[in-house]
């Protein structure tokens, strides 16, 4: 599944997370988790975790160069 998103569309230099899960069409769990492992960059302002331009732009960097991926896992049944 290749979903894209223009990070440029709002000229601002910083993005709450629930706002970048918004316009990626993610949801914000989503957007925590990626942040808490490392792969979405981000600085906290009072207590608020914001993404930035820089960390956006080395997010999409390390998307497109297939950096991510992981085999779908299919649950299995219980007995």
Known sequence: M???FD???TGRA???LQQFGD???ISNVTAWRWRRRGWLLTV???GRQYATDKG???FMRRTET???PKK???PGRSR
């Open 44 to 46: 906290n302002i009072c």
């Open 2 to 4: 290749n979903t894209t």
């Open 14 to 16: 910083l993005m709450s």
């Open 72 to 74: 779908p896992v299919v």
């Open 56 to 58: 956006l732009v080395e």
């Open 23 to 25: 316009d990626a069409w």
């Open 7 to 9: 990070i440029d569309s």
């Open 66 to 68: 297939g950096e991510f």
